[in-house]
């Protein structure tokens, strides 16, 4: 049991940061404070505590770190030790040739400590020293972007992406199909360069301004290589062909630009679900339409049928159905009474109700989890740090290759330098790596995306790649596997006193904590009508009960591990006690005046789809064990009825986080838990899981995947989804990098033109970015266990086929 008194759900605690790549710092068991870079211990654990858990170190010249509030929204500039966070966002931003040029050109300022970028949102975040933001915003439009901050200390306004003008591509269109057909027809040479120009201007100096102010900077990006190539062929007198490579270029842009908004869009869409008005009780108990964005935390609102629900909160009168799919992923509306919780972008359904609100328009589960997604996003899985780092690589190379084709054969082989400088031009175009490049972190967000839309939150990238390695899962018991609201089933005393007078004494201390054991102890107290006792003094003992003085006396609730430390264990006491174990029952005792004064029993059942979670679990070659503070015995009957492989009984949170430490050696290892007590364990684990409805604050904010509903099924959801954002992943690779070394060949054997390289490269960027946006399409009624997965028991380590 747990000292801790529960706190209403809010949504402020699902998130973790993790803003930082897995291979540049701290892995995100706990936020950075700015300007702050840690490295890996020797043994590369994940520590409890402040230590960073240092998967890896950073990259030379990286310094990128945290924001100082990773889970607060995009808001203005913050002081931060000293320093100022300031989020920019940067629509031109959507490319590392991008990230580069900027990373470059302020990384040369002095006043520029740390900077982290997020692509996907276009957000460049930098930790600079006070009244440097001007020349930060002057030297980021020296590159030819439009940097734009917020106002004041208002957050920054949400992406408007602007509509490009279109009949200067139709124009180009119509222009360079006309030179083409005049170079079909044999029309004047002049007619077709006139057409060809035209069309390149009409749709090139976009292009031509970029690759422009690229090259100052020394950067290779597309918009360079493509100015290169376009003018190199019309220097060649090949009109038709560059001005037909330049419009299907700034076509297939746009269509690209589209795809990735779509990508970036995925979970923000939800908010659209947010109704702008809320109905707000007034002082004279009317009620009024308001925008949602007035209404403070503790005002009443109203929900009639049909309506959605504007901010979390509670409710407090009435009754109804809410579908909250949004939130959860429950495909069936959930019975709301007073007492329970409901969250904005829910929509009610049957009845009518009034709910407290809890949290703030910009505070909510649902801005929360959207803000989650988004930070996510920069916390590159392995395969982007490794398609990144091979990007570096292959653009020099191929670029290299170019040189060396438009050279060698001439000088050396006698080849006539028209022909060769042209293949050296396909090459150019060829050489770009952004399909590459794109196709990781496209597939990476669609996967977020789609875990959120069912009500699994997970917050990063790496660990969205690293499920589907997961040989191990620990779970809890209480809370995690049970209902965790057990119910008294016995209680007994040791001499003649009436076991109702000790309810008082007991109620006084179970109703301080929030543990399930002992709010069934105060609701037995409650239901037989004994007030609660005064309590003073109380203190939480962490996995073995609770304290407080009574009347002048100490007084302890507790396990069977603290009677034998307080030294009351009697012979009497223990063949009692292991009946009711061997029942499955929990056990909890009243102590106090040098003995136990009397013994509860408590039972709990299993949630109705623990058992087929743990099934799913071994399908996909996941073995599984409960780590439990509750005794030995009820652990163990516990897990038999769920099927689970192995169960320890009487552990404290270092004995959980122990048997993780050694599971870590036999293959990766999750956890699963959901109290104050589990967080040591979920922050050791590779991956940590945490309950989002019932978890405790620490547990959830430890945790690197929440389930927003206390469904397990979902942890086997969570892994099918890992196994196909792999599967995409590799496929999207495999598209980038075998296409273009297609065309590399047609190019060399002298049978690829400028126009196919167009299309090996933005034609490709197109279908990476369709293949990974499948993955929103992904359902779990369309997700069935892979059967390829491994047996149970299979060797640590080893890969899935």
Known sequence: MNGKEKLPYRAATITKAHPLDADDACCGSHPLNAGEIRTAPANGARPVGDACCGSCTPEAGDTRTAPANATAPLAASQAVNGAIRTPIRIMQMDCPTEEGMIRKKLAAMPAVTAMDFNLMQRVLTVVHSPDSLDGILTAIRSLGFTPEVAAG??????????????????????????????????LPGGTSAALALLAVVACGLTTYKKGWLALRQGTMN????????????????????????????????????????????????????????????????????????????????????????????????????????????????????????????????????????????????????????????????????????????????????????????????????????????????????????????VTIVSGLAAAARQGILIKGGVYLEKGRRLRWLALDKTGTLTHGKPVLTDSLTFDARDIKALYPLASGLASRSDHPVSQAVAQA????????????????????????????????????????????????????AAALEQQGKTLVMLMGEGRVQALFAVADTLKSHSRDAITQLHQLGVNTLMLSGDNTPTAKAIAAQADIDEAYGDLLPADKLQKITQLADRGTVGMVGDGINDAPA???????????????????????????????????????????????????????????????LLTLAGAGTMWMAVFADVGTSLLVVANGLRLLRQTPRERQTTSAAPARGNVAGQPLR
């Open 153 to 186: 200390d208002a957050p920054l306004a949400d992406a408007v992406v602007p509509r490009q003008r279109r009949w200067p591509l139709v124009l180009a269109a119509f222009a360079a199909f006309a030179s083409e057909i005049c170079h079909w027809l044999s």
């Open 222 to 441: 597309i918009n360079a290589l493509m100015s290169i190539a376009v003018t190199g062929a019309l220097l060649l007198g090949q009109w038709p062909e560059a001005a037909m490579v330049m419009v299907l270029f700034t076509l297939a842009e746009l269509i690209e630009a589209r795809s990735l908004d779509r990508a970036r869009n995925a979970i923000g869409g939800l908010l659209q679900s947010v109704p702008a008005t809320a109905s707000l009780q007034q002082a004279d108990g009317s009620w009024q339409e308001v925008d949602v964005g007035t209404v403070t935390v503790g005002s009443l609102l109203r929900v009639k049928p049909g309506q959605r629900v504007a901010l979390d909160g509670w409710v407090e009168q009435g009754q109804s159905t809410v579908d909250q799919a949004s939130i959860t992923g429950e495909s069936l509306p959930v019975e709301k009474r007073p007492g329970d919780a409901v969250f904005a972008g829910t929509l009610n359904q049957a009845g009518s109700f009034c709910y407290r609100v809890s949290a703030a328009s910009d505070d909510t589960t649902l801005a929360r989890i959207i803000h989650a997604v988004s930070e996510a996003q920069g916390n590159r899985a392995p395969t982007q740090r490794f398609v990144d780092r091979f990007a570096r690589i292959y653009t020099p190379l191929v670029l290299v290759m170019a040189l060396l084709v438009a050279l060698l054969p001439p000088l050396l082989l006698g080849g006539g330098w028209y022909a060769w400088i042209y293949k050296a031009l396909v090459m150019l175009v060829i050489a770009c790596p952004c399909a590459l490049v794109i196709s990781t972190p």
């Open 525 to 576: 107290a409650d239901i037989a009508g004994t007030p609660p006792a005064l309590v003073s003094d109380f203190t939480a003992l962490p996995g073995r009960g609770i304290t407080g003085v009574i009347a002048g006396g100490q007084w302890y609730l507790g396990n069977r591990r603290l009677a034998d430390e307080l030294g009351l264990a009697t012979d009497e006491l223990a063949p009692r």
């Open 682 to 744: 979920l922050a050791r684990a590779d991956i940590g899981f945490a309950m989002g409805a019932l978890g405790s604050d620490t547990a959830i904010e430890t945790a690197d995947v929440a389930l927003m509903d206390d469904d397990l099924r979902k942890v086997a959801r969570f892994i099918q989804l890992s196994h196909a954002t792999h599967r995409i992943l590799r496929q999207n690779i495999a598209l980038a990098l075998g296409i273009k070394a297609l065309f590399l």
